[in-house]
């Protein structure tokens, strides 16, 4: 009789902790965890190639050539800038191909703030050659009239300036829509009145549509933020467009505001306040007076 050889019983290994688990999931959750999946990546897809940080990170690491069909560029600064090498920006300053032909320089906020680096990139502006503006910062947290009393007081425009420039972005939480308008209107009404000329509105254009849709405001010249995009969305008419904030040009160290002009030099030059000599002095002894 032949002998019979035994052999082993097989011991499976038992599952690991995550498969024990799954294996005791409903399968509901498999559908909810493929739905989970699905969002993530679209959220992902839309942060980096859609969204505003999309655009931003896509300029930076991509293609920063300026919009197409515009030929005047320029820069808007303030002390974030910090020290600008003014001969080397003059020199070698060029955006496609095109030089840079004005500076927008941050001057006051509020009722109470100078730009630190105000009067110095004014003065090497203007010494460089370009045509220059001054613009004030406004904010929520003081009255329209003490803003706009700050900003003369402090602004010597000459002429062959560009008119002064309220950058305004936010509204104050405590007005309302009509209160605010009125607000914007005594700053530009006060600056036009002294500098006899248009104060020229900065703001982005869906801040422009939400507060500023008004017949009242309709007169003054508009310069429209707008990033990363192939035109601006907004399709009213404006003179300028600062298409990005992730600008880089020789003479100015980190990122600068890159802006265009909507028309020719000629025109950029006929937007100006005319020969140069001080514009407000009288009105500026008068306010010392007080």
């Known amino acids: 009789m032949p002998k019979v050889r035994r052999t082993k019983s097989v011991r499976h290994k038992r599952p690991g902790m995550i498969i024990r688990i799954l294996r005791r999931m409903p399968r509901w959750s498999y559908w909810f965890g493929g739905l989970l999946v699905i969002a993530a990546y679209v959220w992902f897809f839309y942060y ?34 910090g020290t600008i090498d003014w001969e080397v920006l003059r020199n070698q300053g060029m955006i496609d191909k095109c030089p840079i032909r004005f500076v927008m320089i941050k001057a006051t ?16 502006s203007l010494e460089y050659g370009f045509t220059r503006g001054a613009y004030h910062f406004y904010s929520v947290h003081s009255p329209a009239d003490q803003q706009a009393r700050f900003f003369m007081h402090n602004v010597k425009l000459l002429k062959g300036d560009l008119p002064p420039v309220l950058d305004v972005e936010h509204k104050p939480r405590n007005q309302s829509d009509d209160e605010f308008k009125m607000s914007v209107l005594t700053w530009l009404r006060m600056v036009e009145q002294h500098y006899n000329v248009k104060p020229i509105i900065y703001t982005y254009y869906k801040f422009k549509m939400r507060y500023l849709d008004d017949e009242a405001f309709n007169d003054y010249p508009y310069w429209i933020a707008h990033y990363y995009v192939d035109s601006v969305e907004y399709k009213g008419p404006w003179k300028f467009w600062q298409h990005t904030d992730v600008g880089r040009l020789p003479g100015i160290k980190g990122y600068v505001d890159l802006n265009i002009y909507n028309g020719s030099y000629y025109d950029l030059r006929q937007l100006t306040i005319g020969s140069r000599e001080p514009i407000g002095v009288e009105a500026y002894r008068d306010d010392d007076d007080e």
């Open 48 to 81: 980096f190639f859609v969204s505003p940080f999309g655009f931003r990170w896509r300029a930076l690491y991509g293609d920063l050539s300026s919009p197409d069909g515009y030929e005047i560029h320029g820069i808007d600064i303030s002390h974030y800038q």
């Open 109 to 124: 906020e509020g009722s109470n703030r100078i730009d630190p680096n105000f009067e110095d990139n004014f003065e090497q």
